[in-house]
């Protein structure tokens, strides 16, 4: 960024200073282009006021900046959220209903408790069974048999 440097055409006026009120806490306001300050054409005046212009200049741009990206960001916001309402208006309930239905009858069909203990135990007599079996008249080729 070029830098640049501020003209003065002519001193302020001297013969009526200004007043600048401080904000609220912060003490008595101060006296500005009183008779003391001398004309602002000293170098080191004017490169001061030109680091304040340039960094001014940056806040800014800085804040043009942010500006645009919440304005970005409100519109993207803005746009999901008509998606969003058009989505729930078009929403077809009679199908999520008959879906739901259909859950309701595939877990009702699913085995209970009770049909799954009785299960279990005529599993267990079967097995047992089949091992009294298997003990007393063996498995021919295998296995002899082990009870009288």
């Known amino acids: 960024m070029a830098k640049i440097e501020p ?3 002519s001193p302020a006026d001297t013969a009526m200073p200004t007043t600048v ?23 080191r ?7 304040i212009e340039e960094k001014a200049a940056r806040i800014e741009e800085k804040f043009a900046r ?12 803005e746009r999901s959220a008509h998606k969003v ?16 239905a259909a859950l309701r009858d595939r877990v009702d069909a699913t085995p209970r408790a009770a049909t799954l ?20 008249f063996g498995v021919p080729g295998l296995m002899p048999k082990l009870l009288p």
């Not at 942010?66 to 916001?77: D, G, I, M, P, Q």
């Open 7 to 9: 003209t003065v055409a």
């Open 21 to 43: 009120t401080a904000a609220a806490g912060y003490g008595t306001p101060a006296i500005v282009g009183g008779t003391e300050a001398g004309p602002m054409t000293e170098p």
């Open 45 to 51: 005046q004017l490169d001061q006021l030109s680091r």
């Open 66 to 77: 942010y500006e645009a990206v919440l304005t970005r960001a409100e519109a993207s916001l």
């Open 85 to 100: 309402d058009a989505a729930a208006g078009t929403m077809d309930f009679a199908a999520i209903r008959g879906e739901i």
């Open 117 to 136: 203990f009785t299960t279990a135990i005529v599993t267990a007599i079967l097995t047992v069974v089949l091992t009294i079996l298997v003990l007393r």
